[in-house]
């Protein structure tokens, strides 16, 4: 069985920084790439970063150079770095996986909640 388990938010100021962890247990770590979306209320999910199982990584515009995507093989866990947060960052985060590399994200966790402060 497959799980992603998110951990980490919480409520910071702008400026500062918070680091998202996402630990998966089942097949889940051998995706073809794991990612972190997140959701602001009243807006669409978007994708904020991705790595693929080659290590190379990609973000969305608005966190390039604020947010760090990584993964810890042996611990089966990936995390988001998060730096110099504003308020705009402010929505729950989710954890996902893809194991195929297409346009289908198969597992995901249950969310994180972000807050952030102006």
């Known amino acids: 069985q497959v799980q992603l388990v998110e951990s980490g938010g919480g409520l910071v100021q702008a400026g500062g920084s918070l680091r998202l962890s996402c630990a998966a247990s089942?097949?889940?770590?051998?995706?073809?790439?794991m990612g972190w979306f997140r959701q602001a209320l009243g807006k669409q999910r978007e994708l904020v970063a991705v790595?693929?199982?080659?290590?190379?990584?990609n973000y969305a515009d608005s966190v390039k150079g604020r947010f760090t995507i990584s993964r810890d093989n042996a611990r089966k866990t990936l995390y988001l770095q998060m730096n110099s947060l504003s308020p705009e960052d402010t929505a729950v985060y989710y954890c996902?996986?893809?194991?195929?590399?297409?346009?289908?994200?198969?597992?995901w966790g249950q969310g994180t909640q972000v807050t952030v402060s102006s």
């Open positions: 790595i693929i199982s080659g290590g190379s990584t």
């Open positions: 089942g097949s889940a770590f051998r995706s073809n790439r």
């Open positions: 996902a996986a893809n194991l195929y590399g297409g346009t289908v994200w198969n597992y």
